[in-house]
């Protein structure tokens, strides 16, 4: 089943920048699937239409079947966003705040909260830091806590923009073990990056974007040897003719 359907889908800003133009994609539920391209390919502008951040200038995006723009509340439930900035959507005083901010804005009972909050701080292994304070959380914890706070919205699909950018190799390893966790529990998962060596080996659908528009769309392993025609650097595995190792092991 489809869970994504997008057809004919083109943008343009405000200032007459041109940001996607007739992209046509569909995502299979439970599906784990990178989007790669360039800063500028139009990676985040596409990411961002899936739960109504931005609108179509022309095109349509479907979830499950139901349009985007005729439920922007429940298409933000059912598609949960990871900025590249985790700061930028933490919000509140303790780790607990953050991540009950969501479901107590969707009017939920206490009891239904303390339910989302601590199971989501669970899956992240966070559960022992709901009093701490956000800004003294390591980088991959605060991904991890930005994560926490989507996943108390339970949603059936988990949009990551560039989740490793800034992070140290444990703070990858963190953030890579939860993302991989999450796509086993059942979640579709869209990866945006513009450096596939940390997480294309779990993947198992590569869509490359370039100036807009999707050029390319596969299985990862026919793909790797085209990207650095696209100017997106090919793992060092794959340029050595081998498979590309997981971060994991």
Known sequence: MNIIEI???????????????????????????????????????????????????????????????????????????????????????????????????LCLDKNEVKRRVSNALKIVDLIDFEYQKPHLLSGGEKRRLTIAGILAMEPKVLVFDEPFSSLDYPGVKQVLKQIVSLHRSGHTILVAAHDLEKVIAHADRLVIMKNGSVVKDGMPSQLLGELEFYAIREPCASRLGMEVPSWLN
């Open 7 to 105: 057809k004919n889908l083109s943008h343009r800003f405000a200032d007459g920048t041109l940001g996607l133009e007739d992209v046509n994609l569909t995502i299979r539920e439970g599906s784990f699937v990178i989007i790669a391209g360039q800063n500028g390919s139009g990676k985040t502008t596409l990411l961002k239409h899936l739960n109504g951040l931005l609108l179509p200038t022309t095109g349509t995006i479907h979830l499950a079947g139901r349009p985007v723009s005729k439920n922007l509340s429940k298409a933000r439930q059912m598609v949960g966003m990871v900025f590249q900035d985790a700061d930028s959507q933490i919000v509140g005083e303790t780790v607990y705040d953050d991540v009950a901010f969501g479901p107590e804005n």
